[in-house]
């Protein structure tokens, strides 16, 4: 199993660009998230989803747009990028919400210029 | 602010010894997991302790919750230079809205 798989792991792009970070689970999993991680703030969650068709925001989900129309991929879109979304991405998926670990990705570093 | 504060921010101590790292959170909870992250990777889950349990074990690895004082240590015995990462705790709870919500995290640095 390749657990958590998420692509690019670096990217540049112009502030107002548009791009699409992906994530993908082979573990059958439910439930999956998109966190950013900034320095000095934790993790944050901006969307995740509860099954396939779903999708609903977390703490900082303004900016970002997610579709779940799979169980095993669950992409994040940055519609307009600006610098405040420079951070790094991190996929996770779990069996269920909260009552076992999440499994995450190696993450995507993003800068925006 | 985030639910989970981690203290110490940052710690080194000299291979073999052990660390303690500490979690304070401000909200009841149904359970409080704790991860690792090496430098440029993502988190990985090591121990899950829920709110009925006072202390859990998991090889090097020891956890107690005292919900009374709303925190949480991690104990790992006997460090090697491979736990040199950091350690985030994240709560977990269901009252209201279901949540998890990761701390600041404490950068561990092992000596050899």
């Known amino acids: 199993n390749a657990g958590v798989t998420q692509t690019p792991k670096f990217r540049v792009l112009k502030t107002g660009q548009s791009m699409t970070l992906l994530c993908a689970q082979d573990?059958?999993?439910?439930?999956m998230y998109w966190y950013r991680q900034d320095p000095g703030m934790g993790l944050r969650l901006i969307h995740y989803?509860?099954?396939?068709?779903?999708?609903a925001k977390g703490e900082v989900p303004d900016g970002y747009n997610v579709s779940r129309s799979t169980t095993e991929d669950f992409p994040l879109r940055l519609l307009s990028a600006a610098p405040s979304q420079t951070s790094v991405y991190f996929c996770?998926?779990?069996?269920?919400?909260?009552?076992?670990?999440?499994?995450f990705g190696a993450g995507t570093r993003l800068s925006v210029l | 602010s985030q639910q989970g504060e981690e203290d110490p921010q940052a710690l080194s101590i000299q291979e073999g010894e052990n660390a303690t790292m500490n979690c304070s959170y401000k909200?009841?909870?149904?359970?409080l997991q704790w991860y690792r992250q090496n430098s440029g990777r993502g988190l990985v889950h090591l121990i899950l302790i829920r709110s009925n349990e006072r202390e859990k074990h998991s090889g090097r690895l020891r956890v107690t919750l005292d919900t009374s004082k709303k925190s949480s240590s991690l104990l790992i015995t006997a460090s090697r230079a491979a736990d040199t990462a950091s350690y985030f705790c994240a709560t977990f709870s269901n009252f209201g809205n279901e949540k998890l919500t990761f701390g600041t995290g404490t950068r561990l640095t092992i000596i050899p």
């Open positions: 989803s509860v099954g396939e068709g779903t999708t």
């Open positions: 573990m059958n999993h439910e439930y």
């Open positions: 996770a998926s779990s069996y269920s919400r909260g009552r076992g670990g999440e499994y």
């Open positions: 909200t009841s909870i149904n359970n």
